[in-house]
């Protein structure tokens, strides 16, 4: 994972979890600047420092490559240069669409449901078929 990646993944996975960077530092036992520095981008945590995060958030070291896959997809479509590519896929399922309108109606209500919102979306994406 490259090093911004990660800073973005490890800052995702604070959000959502609605802790502070002080509350992760704590909760991990490292400094309030070590985690400003992971999330940055500025000095990648060695393995075993990783590892404190993640369990002090209360994730399986799987949210990392979820959220990861997450983070390219969304980068993928923001690079795509054709139309078509950037469309959302139809909706194949009623659970896919009722999953699609509440990220709509969530993503209108503005920014304090953005954990709620990329939660959806990780569930949503982890359950699309390929193809789709």
């Known amino acids: 994972m490259a090093r911004d990646d990660l800073a973005v993944t490890l800052a995702i996975l604070r959000i959502i979890r609605r802790w502070s960077q002080s509350d992760l530092a704590e909760a991990a036992g490292v400094t309030n600047s070590a985690v400003s520095d992971y999330e940055r981008g500025k000095v990648d945590p060695q393995t075993q420092t990783l590892q404190k995060l993640i369990r002090a958030l209360g994730l399986p070291l799987s949210s990392l490559d979820q959220t990861q896959a997450f983070i390219q997809m969304v980068r993928a479509q923001m690079d ?18 009722e999953v699609r309108t509440e ?6 209500e503005g920014g304090r449901f953005a954990s709620r919102l990329t939660r959806l979306m990780l569930e949503l994406l982890a359950n699309q078929k390929p193809g789709l």
């Open 80 to 97: 795509s240069s054709e139309p078509e590519e950037k469309a959302v896929p139809p909706v194949s399922t009623e659970k896919e669409r």
């Open 103 to 108: 990220i709509a109606q969530i993503a209108a």
